[in-house]
Structures are given as C-alpha cells and as structure tokens.
C-alpha cells in the first residue's frame, strides 16, 4: 500500500500539487486520472521520488520515502517497477538485454537464472522468441509489453504506469490494459496507473484519483465515476459526443 | 552571465560527486568500461590516424620550406617535427579534435537518454543513473587517450618521414638523427600526463551537458554544441595551466 499525505509540489513558484492525500491499496489497479497538466505525472513522479516534494509524507508500507537515506531510497526503488509512456527501453540493448538489466545489477543469479526469468518475463506479455530484437525494431504495443516485462523482472511489490496507452490504437490499449491488471492480480502489487483513457477507467480501474488543478478532486470505483454528479469529472468523463449519448441513454433509464 | 558560469560550475562539481562513488557492481562496471574504451577510444584510430600523418607531413614540410639559413642542419626538420609533435600536436591537438568527436557523442547520447527517460528509467530501478553512465566513459577515455597520443606522435613522425621523402628536403638519415636528437623524456611524461588531464575534462565536460540537457531534440543538439565549444575553450586553458606547472 502506498500513502500520500499532504503532498505539495511546485516549480519556480508555480504550484503544482496542493496538499494530496491519497491512499493506493494492495493487489489493485489503483488509477491517476485528470486532464492534460492537471498535475497527475508529477504526483507519480513525486511519489517514485524523480521529483522531490517540497512538503508531505510518501510511506510505502508504512515506510516514509521522503526522511530516507539515498541508499535507503536506493533499497526502495528495486521494489518498484515502472512503465513510462515512452517505454523509455534501452535503445542499445536488445529485448533480452533490456529485460536482464535490473537482474544483472541487483541479483546474483547464474547467467542460466536470468535467462529463465527473463523468458518468463517476456513469455508473461506474451513476447517469447523475441530476446534478440532491439527497441527500434518493435512495434509501440511491443515496446510497452517489454517496459512491462523489465518492470516486472524483479518481482516488484510497486508497479507505476505513466500514460501506458498513448500512442497505441484502441486494440493494443486494450491488450496492454489486461496484462497490467492480470500482473496485478497474479503477483499482488500495488499498482498505480497515470491515464486519460476513459477506456481504462472503465476496464481496469478498481481505485480512481481524479486530480483536477493539481488538487485530489474524487476519489471512488468505476462504477461511482459514471454516475457521480460532480460538475469537472462529468466534464472529463463525458467530453466525448459518444460519452455523453452513453449518458443519456443512463439518465433516461 | 557570470550567475549562470558559477551555477555551471557549481552543479558541475556535485555532478562529479556523484560519478565517483563506488560503482553498483564491479563487473557491470568492468564491462561498460571496455564498452566504452570501444566507443570512445578503437573508434577514433582511424581518425587520429588520418590526421596525425597528414599533420606530421604538413609539419616537416613547412619546416622543410622554411629552412632558408644554410647553417640550420638537415636534421632540425625531424627535431622540429619530433618537438611540435610530442609537445602539442598529438596531446592538444588532437585532444581539441576528439573534444568535438567524443564530446558530441558523448553528450548528444546522454541527452537523449534524459529526454527519452531512460535515464529516469535507471534511476527508478535504483541505478545511480551518474556513476552508471559516466564513470566508465572517464575510465575509459582516461586509459585509451594516451594510447591514442602515443599512436599520434607515432604516425606524425611517419607521416613528416614520408613527406620529406616525397619532396626530396631531406634524407632518411638525416630525419631520423633529428627526430633522436636532444631527445627528452619528460617531454613524453608531458605529453601523456596532459591527455589524461584533457580526457576527463572532455568527457566529464560532455556527459555534464547531456545530463542536464531539457527537454527536446532541439535541447540535445543545443547541449551537444555547447559541449564542444566549451571543452575546446576548457582544453586550451588547461594546456596553459599544465605547460607552465609541468615544463617549467
């Protein structure tokens, strides 16, 4: 589990995050929502700790990240597993490579040890076979099944994904959605997704933060985000014409 | 202006801080520092190559051109070749001409990690992204440069041997007695000692703008270019510093 108390972020005087507090629970697909700018990528960055809040507590587990040591934070970050919109792989590393890299800096495990881990990493985003490529030859889809396959290769107990559908077409967001909520599940992380996709909202999202103007806004399941009567999450929820037909259609009911 | 020198200068230093702590594991460390003597250093053989037998040719034959007093010996073309290569030729020179190979390199990679958060990526992973990406390339560089500044003086000689040969100013002989002539060691310890000197600067120089390059393929080559420019200025400083400290 993961807790945010009282988080405040700015940059150069422009403030960010006001006071968020948010709790994101274990073995759930816990969803970041909000529109573009609202602030919701520098919470998670904040929380992973790429930016450093300027006040508030971060306790994974209980274990307050912003009074660690560096090696402390250190210990910390192995058990975190990310997937960043871009993927962010390693473009002189090959699939293989990239899936191993955590493995070969924190463990001792045998050359043999790895590989097996890393088949099953790849084989788990259903890339098997595909050790040998490297990023530039992957399709997005691949790419992000990789970010999820090197984010999992250390059995983490925290998994953070920014934005993992942009850029991919409704069909491969559908495919990266279920395997990040199957690990969830299977391996009991806590999980925090940074999204606009309603799509996801709607598929995976177990917990929702909505965040609107750098303030914790609602908080609720997927069901209560359809129906709330809050006037900006019906503006984010219902932007589309297709989404506000769909509205309709539940109010006339 | 002067703010902005001294905030460079400041990060700079806590940059190097955190490069030279104890690296995370040694044999990821011990093969990234091949890597990279790969990268930086096999990967400019040729260049190096190139340009010092073509700069040593320009150098005999110049002085060749030049040698109108018919007391000046034959044998001063290999001395004065021997002497302009060893004592800055191969060390500055040719430093100034990998600070815009390896230090556009080198800078444009780190600053496309940054803006492709892949550095974000190691730190998440709890890689001390710094150590990790920079340490190495200063092992390396400072390794491989004097290797490089002992093949460049080599070829240079060759190349003013076979400009001499070529135009006929001179004899076999006559060249290699000059270039063995009055010789000094501590010339070579100079040489050598400035390009390691020069090796760090031009990679810790390099890795600190792409590290701290914004956002944006236009930030990369901006940080790319202002590596260059800076590591030139910073090797031509630090030939002053380090001729009047070590020859004097």
Redesign the interface.
């Known amino acids: 589990m993961i807790e945010v108390k009282n988080l405040n972020k700015s940059f150069s005087g422009n403030h960010v995050l006001h006071d968020i507090n948010a709790t994101f629970e274990q073995g759930k697909v816990n969803l970041i929502i909000g529109q573009s700018g609202s602030g919701k990528s520098v919470l998670a960055k904040s929380i992973v700790g790429l930016h450093e809040p300027d006040t508030g507590e971060i306790l994974f587990d209980g274990r307050n990240f912003l009074n660690m040591s560096r090696t402390q934070k250190t210990d910390i970050r192995k058990e975190i597993g990310m997937l960043f919109q871009g993927s962010a792989l390693f473009d002189s590393m090959t699939v293989e490579e990239n899936v191993m890299f955590p493995l070969k800096m924190f463990t001792n495990k045998t050359a043999k040890e790895m590989l097996d881990r890393v088949n099953f990493c790849l084989d788990r985003v259903n890339l098997s076979g595909k050790n040998k490529l490297y990023p530039a030859e992957c399709s997005g889809g691949m790419q992000k099944r990789i970010g999820i396959a090197r984010a999992i290769a250390m059995q983490p107990k925290y998994l953070f994904c920014d934005e993992p559908n942009s850029g991919l077409d409704p069909m491969t967001s559908i495919v990266i959605d279920g395997l990040i909520r199957e690990i969830t599940y299977e391996f009991n992380m806590t999980t925090i997704v940074i999204t606009h996709d309603m799509n996801s909202v709607i598929e995976i999202g177990d917990r929702v933060t909505f965040i609107y103007k750098g303030k914790k806004w609602w908080e609720g399941d997927r069901q209560s985000i359809l129906t709330t009567d809050n006037k900006e999450i019906i503006d984010f929820v219902y932007a589309s014409n297709f989404m506000r037909e769909i509205r309709e259609n539940m109010t006339k009911k | 202006m002067i703010k902005k020198l001294f905030e460079n200068i400041g990060n700079f230093f806590q940059m190097l801080w955190i490069v030279f702590s104890k690296p995370?594991?040694w044999s990821?460390f011990r093969k990234r520092v091949f890597d990279e003597i790969e990268i930086i250093g096999i990967n400019s053989i040729s260049l190096v190559g190139i340009m010092s037998v073509f700069i040593g040719a320009v150098i005999a034959l110049q002085v060749g051109f030049n040698m109108d007093n018919p007391l000046l010996p034959e044998y001063t073309i290999g001395y004065l070749t021997r002497s302009t290569t060893i004592l800055e030729f191969s060390p500055t020179i040719m430093s100034l001409i990998l600070a815009g190979k390896v230090g556009s390199n080198i800078s444009s990679e780190i600053g496309t990690m940054k803006t492709?958060?892949?550095i974000?990526?190691l730190?998440?992973?709890?890689?001390?992204s710094l150590n990790y990406l920079v340490l190495p390339k200063i092992t390396a560089a400072v390794i491989f440069f004097p290797i490089l500044v002992i093949f460049s003086i080599g070829l240079s000689l060759i190349g003013g041997w076979l400009a001499l040969i070529i135009s006929d100013l001179g004899s076999t002989e006559s060249y290699i007695y000059g270039v063995r002539a009055f010789f000094k060691v501590k010339e070579v310890t100079y040489a050598l000692s400035k390009s390691v000197f020069f090796a760090f600067v031009i990679v810790s120089i390099a890795s600190y703008y792409g590290y701290y390059t914004k956002v944006g393929a236009v930030e990369v080559g901006r940080s790319s270019t202002e590596a260059v420019v800076t590591n030139s200025i910073a090797v031509l400083i630090l030939d002053l510093i380090l001729t009047q400290l070590i020859l004097f």
């Not at chain 2, 730190?123 to 001390?128: K, L, T, W, Y």
């Open positions: 995370e594991k990821v492709t958060e892949q974000d990526a730190e998440i992973m709890g890689v001390n």
